[in-house]
């Protein structure tokens, strides 16, 4: 049985047309900064995001761990949402990478607003760590895939230039909150003073992030990324997948968050569901009604060729994403009948 999968948007193939530009990249060795593909997507990247450099790293993780250490100091303090991939799912990243606190808060969704961070902004005591970084999460995955108000990212910029400290984002799946919020892509990013954006989720390349900034930034988190292990040699193969993403795979975003509306609407028909977040993006989170019962139906799925994955106490996830045809999801709420 050919399943269908939605346990993430990393489960993502490389198509035909991003295989042969992989095959024909120009290659070279990038620690030497000597591969022209991996230059090029750098290149690329930074104009699109209209800053000064960019730099190709393995994942995700990697880059917002090397602007954690960047930005922060031993002893220092990075606030961000209680939920946050920096702080949940980077294994323990910025204690281990950077010697430094987590200030947790709680937000709507794994979001923030500026007054909830103004507040717990530390004071000049001995008795505190120094606030040293503010780090969002947009889109917001454990919150659903929520999508930040561009009003309110304006809100904690202006606050983190007033109180001097720098503002990173999480942008892991950004191209999905700007297919939602419109907002032109160079004014967005000039509210960050960093940004992490990943290629393997929606985007479809079958590996690799950027990390932005300026040329100073970048030049420093290319020791970091040294440092940590990241130094790659003949990576155009890679970034020739990720050019690939970023100039074919942006404007199709749209029929993802479309599935995953689909989903929404057929899976709360279901009389085993109680609730979902509020789809804005490509990601599902289901309520179950009885939460003991969660890898019952996960399994239940499974059997009927739908793969999907828990995402806490009665909670279930879905991710839609390039791989998965409107057939897919017909098939999809078709099986959901039969359960």
């Not at 761990?65 to 220092?76: L, S, T």
Request: glycine content about 8%; hydrophobic content about 40%.
């Amino acid at each position: 049985m050919q399943k269908i999968d939605f346990r993430s948007d990393t489960v993502t193939k490389p198509s035909r047309e991003m295989l042969d530009a992989m095959f024909h990249a120009s290659v070279g060795d990038d620690v030497y900064g000597e591969d022209p593909t991996v230059n090029e997507l750098q290149g690329f990247a930074a104009n699109l995001f209209g800053k000064e450099a960019a730099l190709f790293c393995a994942s995700g993780t990697q880059t917002n761990q090397i602007a954690i250490n960047i930005h922060v100091k031993p002893g220092g303090e990075v606030i961000c949402h209680e939920d946050s991939h920096v702080y949940k799912y980077e294994g323990g990243g910025i204690a281990k990478n950077s010697g430094a606190s987590v200030r947790l808060l709680q937000g709507n969704r794994g979001r923030l607003t500026a007054s909830d961070i103004e507040k717990w902004i530390m004071p000049d005591d001995v008795h505190f760590p120094v606030t040293q970084l503010i780090s969002l999460e947009d889109t917001a995955n454990r919150g659903g895939g929520a999508v930040y108000d561009f009003a309110e990212i304006q809100k904690i910029a202006q606050l983190a230039k007033s109180k001097q400290i720098p503002l990173h984002l999480d942008g892991a799946r950004v191209f999905n909150a700007l297919a939602v919020n419109g907002v032109d892509l160079k004014t967005y990013a000039a509210q960050f003073d960093s940004i992490s954006i990943c290629l393997s989720k929606g985007l479809g390349a079958p590996v690799g992030s950027l990390l932005i900034g300026t040329k100073e930034f970048i030049h420093r988190a290319r020791r970091v990324r040294k440092v940590m292990g990241g130094g790659m040699r003949q990576a155009g193969f890679l970034a020739a997948a990720g050019l690939f993403a970023l100039k074919k795979n942006v404007a199709r975003l749209d029929q993802d968050h479309k599935h995953a509306k689909q989903l929404e609407e057929a899976f709360l028909k279901c009389n085993w569901i109680e609730n979902s977040l509020p789809v804005e993006t490509n990601i599902l989170v289901l309520i179950l009604k009885e939460e003991s019962e969660r890898d019952h139906y996960i399994q239940k799925l499974a059997d009927a060729g739908i793969n999907v994955s828990s995402f806490g106490p009665g909670m279930i996830r879905l991710v839609t994403h390039l791989d998965l045809s409107e057939a897919d999801i017909l098939k999809t709420i078709e099986q959901l009948k039969q359960l």
